[in-house]
C-alpha cells in the first residue's frame, strides 16, 4: 500500500500532464494544424511505462515473481524509444531520420527480449538481473539510453538545421523539445533520477500541442496559409530583409460563387492555396491569403529566377484545373524601397493581369 501511494505521488505530475493534453487535443479535433492520435499515444504511453515501472517494483523482490519483474523492465525499455519516436513522428517529416529511428528500436528490442526470453545467468547478466530485489546491471543494460541519446541527437540536429528556414518558430519549438529530452536521458543515465524521460516526454507533447495551438491562431484556416495578421506582424519584422513579393488575385470567383455555390467557391480558395503553397521554397518564402480570394508571398534572401520559377510552377499548376489566377510581381529596387512600395506595384502588374484576361475571355469584370 505504501508503494502505491509513492507510485501516485511521483507520478502526479504525469497524470495531469497526460490529462490536459489529452483535453486539448480532443478539443481540437476540428483543427488540421493538430495530429490527434500522436499525442494521445505519447502521454498514453508515457502513463503505460510508469505503470509498468510500479509493477516491476512490486514483484523484484519476490522471488516467484521475478520473471514477472523481468518481464515489466524489459517492455519498459523497449517502450520507451517508442514512445520518443512518437513525438519525434509529430515534428518530422524527414524520411531518412525516421527509418533509422525504427532501426535503432529494433536493436533495442532484440537487445531486451534476449534479457527476458534467454533466462539465464550468464547471458542475462550481460543485460541485468535481480538479486535480492536489486537490479544489477550488466554493460548492455544502458543500450536504451544510448539508443534514445542518439535518436535525441537526430531530433536536436534536424531542429537546428531547421532553424534556417523560414519555419523557425516551429523549428525552435522542436528544438527546446528535444533540449528537455536530452537533458532528461543524460539525468537518468547519470542514475540522478530514474524514469524522469517519461514526464519530460509529456511536457515537451503539451508544450508542442500549445504551440500549434498558437500557430493556428495566425492561419487561415480555409487554406492553412497564413492570414492577414501574419503578414503585417512578418512585415514589420522582416521589412529590411524582404527582396520581393509576388501579388496573386483569382479570376471569377464571383462567378463561380453565383453560379455554382459557396461551397464550389470555397473549394477553389483551398485549390488556389494549396497550389500556392507547394510551388514556394519555405526556405525564403511565405504565403498568405490577404483575404477573399487574394493572396500575397513575401520573399526574403532570393533572386530574381527563383521568383520567376515560383511564379511559372503556379501557373503551370493552375493549368491543369479549370481555375485562373492574375499574378504580380515585384523586386527590391533600393535599400530605402519599403514593403508597402513593393506591394503597390506588384498590385499594379497583377491588375493589369487580370484587365488582360477579362479582355481576352470577353468577361465584364464588374459581374464576375
Known sequence: MELFKQFLIQNFFLFCLALAVIFMVLRSYRSKRIIVLLPILVVSLAVLLSVIYFIEQLCRYDNNLVFIATLCCSLGFILRPLVLYLFMKMTITKRYILVTAWVLMGINAIVYIL?????APGLTHVIFYYENGEAILGPLFYTCHVLIGIMTIYFVGYSVYSLKGRHKYDALACLICGLFVGIAVILESLKVAEYLLNTTIAISCLFYVVHL?????????LTGLFDRRAYYYDVSKLENKVTGIISIDMNSLKWINDNKGHLEGDLAIQTIGKIIYDAIDYNHMDAYRMGGDEFCILITSSNDNAINRTIAKIK???SKTSYSAAIGFATRESPTQSVDE????AEKMMYDDKSSYYKTCGIDRRRN
Open 213 to 221: 495551438y498558437q500557430q493556428a491562431s495566425i492561419r487561415d484556416a
Open 342 to 345: 513593393m506591394s503597390k506595384i
Open 115 to 119: 534479457a527476458l526470453f534467454l533466462f
Open 316 to 318: 503551370e499548376e493552375l
